[in-house]
């Protein structure tokens, strides 16, 4: 694992419906390392059979070691000496894991279940991947600054005639005109998105899909969105994945709150990280940790990755 590929671990995706992703570090590595700490202490001296023979301990052991034994190795190494060097507090651990459940539950997600699903069971376990998280980002985010010349540049270009939008994606005409009449009738909209629409990352949020700048619309969507303003529905839209009723939540002429520059301000950040101070970073971290090898055959390791 190179210091690029480190730095490629952790960055951030996100889609129309779903949790932010990546923040769980690591994931396929952690059940690795479950993996081969059960079969390291508790032994067991057959692990499976078939009609043909039957593979023991020993050699799943092997088998797991050689291929993924130096990656899961890197990793641990990596995020000890992160949290070491950059030593996040119990406080910034305590709210940066209340804004993930906070994240996790706008898009109809439980933060803390997806953690045990990726196997990490304990408080402590959870609040390692936390702390990982918060480390990392002190890291990358060490030195860069933002002006408030560059937070109005991005809300003049990007948010100032930007809008947030929800819709009710259904699979017929004659469904869709249904909705839109329950909606011109005074009902909900978010409970009629829950109850109608098929499209399943959305429909438990009452149909958010976020802003229009931040996300790639059918256009379609977008020039129907676009004739909008706030609290208007409109007429169901045709696409390529069914009949929307999309209504605007929020702008055009979104204000430039202390919220909404706070929100600017991260984004601007992460567009000015540098991929390659970055990888460097990951350099002087691994260097800063003074990391000694006690099997010969790890020796090597990060001359290895780096070539």
Sequence with gaps: MSEEQIVNEHKVKKNNGGMVKGLIIGILVAAIIAALAYFFFLKPETVATTKYGKITQDDMFEVMENSYGQQALQQMIFTDALIGKYDPSEAEIDKQYDQ?????KENGQDFDQQLEDSGYKTEEQKRKVVATQVAYDKMQYEGVEVTDEEIQQYYDENVANDRRVSHILVADEATANEVKAKVDAGEDFGELAKTYSIDTGSKDQGGDVGYLSE?????????????????????????????????????PGIPLDDAKKKEIEEKVKKEKVDPTKLQEKVKEVIKDADVKFED????????????
């Design 215 to 251: 996300n790639q619309f059918v256009p379609e969507f977008t020039a129907a969105a676009e004739t909008l303003t706030a609290g208007q529905v409109s007429a169901p839209v045709k696409s390529q994945y069914g009949y929307h009723i999309i209504k605007v939540t929020e702008g």
């Design 100 to 104: 993930n459940k906070k994240t996790a």
């Design 296 to 307: 010969d055959k790890y020796k090597d390791m990060y001359k290895n990755a780096q070539s």
